[in-house]
Structure formats: structure tokens, C-alpha cells
């Protein structure tokens, strides 16, 4: 019920903010129609599958009781990394795709293995984490931007390609990989014995592993997922853009993540989330994002903050409405 | 729960509004909407987005200015908001031309588009304005000339190498010194010694834009090499923290500085003798000059705009002798205010043209 709530309210906001963009870049001016083309829509789209797959990862680590700061520089990592292979070292595509995302993996296994084994924060591990694959990134390329140039256009259809649904509108090829990933997810999460596991962890480590859960595996899976997807956002991402520079390549990435999952109903406390919530988290920042662009009014560089005022008055209203509920409900339960 | 929501976006939304109501225009004869996009966040592009706003102040369309702070994927999504909101042209500074083709071209399918400071030749861009950036870095070999006549070691000091035209300024730079003949294709790794007749450049340090690690370069090379004669910053905010270093190192005047761009710490250095010379490129004109030929084009006046598509605004050579002058300038351009839509037109200067 908690979660439904959670989604309801969640779901309002996206709705609202998306209603504001609209009435503001559309309605309200004497150009064309811009925010509901289908042109606008199919961006957003493939931005909301891109931030959102990174965004359910982390989610799964956050449920927890975890954080991973590191996802941009894994981003990074793999951004420059995938056309550095397959451009400058001639790699063949069937060992350097393999090969970027079982490092994205494996980062994700050391992370894993650091904080259950050697009793790491998560915080200090993927701090480390963000700071060495940035730097490694940029050492093994010495900063120059990688890219694909005209090379691989079969490839990049992964990231730019469109299904046609109707003669001006497309599903944007990245929205399949955030279905797939987001039902999975969600089985995984609701429909097996994992992934209530998980959130028995989140919710009290201790008496969860007292209850016989293998809380180690647990954890450390939770990072390797979380790895692993923002290894393959990361590799949407290049291939969108068709080029990484190591100095910014996914900057911040980790912390609209991070905002996304909580907007979603994430508790940074643990035990709790909903991957529906962290979509719509995430189609929230990017709509917000797309707004700033196409209204006029609205200054670019005031972005952030428009974004971090949204998030955090979202977050204020949804505290303030479970306080209500829980005294209507102790009131209901005196008379 | 739905409501508070609601009303609390409702709220932000206003706030965010902030008393700048003034919304689009009365919906008469619609006005030419031009953006100007650049390639990052700096006080160059200040300067740019003052010389864009100008313009489209004297010829009566709307410019917008965008400066990404999130390098190339969020100048993607800039192009591609642009599109959306269908702004009639374009003029952009690509951060990484040869990668950037499909969206230029995406670009230049739906407006006209032109680039500015960094070119993208396999584009379907129309025209290039910008600085010949070998010859501006020749230029800069010059002012190490003057100010080293008999010759020595010097440190080149940039923001980073990737682009083209820092490539090719530091190219420039490197063959005036070592009295090369013309060839902006030619290449010296930076991590090398490159010894000449007269001149040493003794390497390269970039910074990747990160102010801290420029300083921190500065410094580094002066600890490292105590018969350093010059250190040449060739980014815009290169030369202030040379200065900082040379300052707290005690070393004011001792090592000889050569600056590129015009920052007012560079400026005031000139003035102090503190810094030798600098060699300026012209943001203000990148961006009027942007907007007057996307106006042009859009009018369908090509007359008088080039067969080959590069608009060459020069760079120029700012010394101790003209710098009071170029400094009063640059002030008052950078006093024109704001959009076009929510400025009353312009008094005097020129006649207004307002064809909207």
C-alpha cells in the first residue's frame, strides 16, 4: 500500500511538471507547438531509458542500505573505453563489447567483495572507486576524446535507432533496453526469494543474516548489478553521442541516479524501493531538464537549481503527506 | 498527497519565474529566432553572448545564448532541444566536430546553421566564423620574440589538447619560434623537449579546465626548472594563475609572461609590466558577427559573404602601448544587456532595422 502511495505521488509530479512544460513551451507562446512533437517525445524518451537503466541499478544498492558514488567514472570508463578498444586498438567488436562490460562487472565484484569482506563503507569504496576510474579513463587515452566517427553505424542503432509505431513517431531503441532491464529488475525484485531477501537486508542487516540469509552474496550481487548496468548505460551513452571526452564523460551521472532513486521512493536508509518509482524519478529530472531548454523564460544556468528545488520540494510534500496519514490514522484508531 | 504536490510546483514554478513575466512578444510579424551555442561555461563566451545579444538587439530578432557546462552530451541535448523548439538558426561551437557530424547535419536539416570558434568541416554547416588559430598562435610566437630576444627555455600552459584549436595555436606558436615554415598540420607531441636555433620549449601542461591543477602547474614548473625565462598560458584564465604562482613564488618579473585572450587579470598584468603581451581573439565578434550572417542567410542576402565559407575575424596583437584602449572597449561591449524581446529598443547607435 506504502508503495502504491509512493508511486501515486511520485506519478503526480512527473505529471504535473510535464503538464507545466507544456502549457509554458506550447500553449503559452505564439510559436509552433515544441514540447509534444513527437520529435521532443522520442528524445525524451531515449534520455529517461538512458539515466533510468544507471537509475535502477543504483536502486538496487541503495535498497541496501549501500551507495555507489562511482557510476559516472564507470560511465566514463566505458564510454571512452568501448571506442578506444575498437578504434585506436583495432579490437574486433565480438572481444572489446565483452570485455567493457565484464570490467564494468568486475569493478562492481571488487566493490562488492570490499565493503562485505574487508567491512568498507560503500561510501568511501565507490568515492575511491569514482575518483580511480575518472583518472585511469583519462591516463590510458591521455584525455584525448574517443569516438566512432562514421564507423560502426550498425552498432549505434542500439542507441539512436527507433522502432516506427505510427508515421511520426518511433520507440527509441534505448526504451527496449530499459524495459527489459526494468521487468527483470522488477521480477527479481518482488517475484523471488532474492529480491525479498534483499530488502529483509536493507530493512535490518543483522537480523537478516541471523535468519539465514546469505547477506555477502547479497550485497555483493546488489554492486555488480549496479555496475554492470551503468556499464551498459554507459555504453548507450557513446553511442548516442558518438564520442566521449575522459575529463566529463558522465560527470554527476551517479548523483541524478542517486536523485532519481529517491525521488522514485528509494530510502537511502535501505529495505526500501520500487524500480516503476525510480523510472518515474527519472523521467521527472529529465523532463525538468528538457523544460529549462525549451522554455524561455527559464534561464540555462539556473538549471540545477530549478532540478535540486523540484527533487527536494517532491521529497518535503511526500514527508509531510506521510505524517498526515499516519496521525489521521492514529486519530481513526482512538475513536 | 496529489494536491500538495501540485501546489508545491506550482510554487517553484513561479519562483523560478522570478518577477521576469514578460513572456514572448505581442504575436505580430514573427521574429527570426536565432540561438548561440557555445562550448562551454567561460568569461570568453561572456564576452560572445554580449557581441550575440547585441546583434540581435540592432537587427530586431531573438537571440538565445546556451552555454553547456556538461560537455558534449549536453551540448547533444541542447542541439536537439534546439530542433524541438524550432528556432529558425544556429550557430554552435562543436566540442568534438569529427564525432558531431549526425547531429550538425540533423541540425542543418531543420535551420540554418553556421559554427563559430571551432569548425566542423564535413558538416552541412554554411559558414565558419572563427580565428585562424595557427596563424593567432604565430602571432603569440611573436610577443616571445620581443620579449626574449636572445632566446631560452620556456613552458606552454593549456586547458586541453583535444580541440582543434588548441592544437593548432600551439602549433603556431611552437614553428614561430623554431622559425618553421607554415604548416598548421604539423604536430609536436607534448610531453617532448622541443629544442630550436634559439628557443627551448621544454614541454606542454594541460589542465583540463580544472583552474586548481592550472595553478598547480604553474607553480610545478617553476620549482622544476629554476632557468625557465617564459611561461606562455594560452588558454584565457592560463595567465592570471601564472601570475598567482609567479607572485607567491616571489618571481614577479623574473619569468617573462606571454598570455593568449583577454582576462582582466592578463589585461591589468599588461598594464602592471607584469605580463608581456597577450594575443586576442574576438568573442564579442564571434558572436555578433554569428547572428548577422544567420540573419543574412536567412533573409537570403549572401552577397557579400564568402565562397568558401570562412568568415576569418583576425586576432590581435594587445601590448603595453594599446591595451588602455582595447580594455575601455571591451567594457562597454560588455555592457550591452540582455535578449532583445526584453530590452526597449536600442537609442542612437545605429539605425534600428526591426524587421519583426
Redo the contacts between chains.
Sequence with gaps: MKGI?KI??IG??LL??WL?TWV??DL?????W??L?A??QE?LLK?IALFGIIGIGVAFVIITGGIDLSIGSVICLVGVGFPWLLMEKDWPLALALPTVLLVAAGIGLIHGLLITKLKLQPFVVTLCGLLIYRGVS?GFTG???Q????SFQGLKVLA?GKIPLTASFGLPMPVVFLLVVALASAFFLNQTVYGRHLKALGNNEEAARFSGIHTDRMIISAYVICSSLAGLGGLL?VL??????P???G??YELYAIAAAVLGGCSLRGGEGTILGVIIGTAVMRVL??SI??I???S???ELA?IG??IL??V???E??KRMIAKRRSKMDKE | MKNGLLVAGCMLLLSACGGDGSGSGDGKKPVSRLAFVTNGVADFWTIGQAGALKAGQELGVDVQVLMPAGGISEQKDILEDLITKGVDGVAVSPIDPVNQTAILNEVAGRAKLITHDSDAPDSKRLYYIGTDNYKAGRMCGQLVKEVLPEGGALMIFIGRMEQENSKRRRQGLIDELLDRSDDPTRYDAPGKVIKGSKYTVLGTLTDQFDRAKAKANAEDALSRYPDLKCMVGLFAYNPPLILQALAQGGKLGQVKVVAFDEDDETLQGIIDGNVYGTVVQNPYQYGYKSIEVLNQVLEGDLSDLPESGFIDIPARLIRKDNVEVFWEDLKKKLATPKRQEEVKPTEGAGEPIGKG
Design positions: 502511495n501515486l505521488g503526480g509530479l504535473f511538471v507545466a509554458f513551451s503559452l507562446t505564439e510559436h509552433q515544441s514540447f512533437t520529435y521532443n528524445n534520455r583519462r584525455d584525448q576524446t569516438g566512432f566517427q562514421n539512436t551513452f548516442d553521442v558518438n564520442s566521449a571526452q575529463v566529463d564523460f560527470n554527476f531538464n528538457n531548454n525549451l524561455d523564460w527559464i540555462k544556468n539556473i530549478v528545488s523540484v520540494a517532491g518535503i510534500v511526500d509531510l503527506a
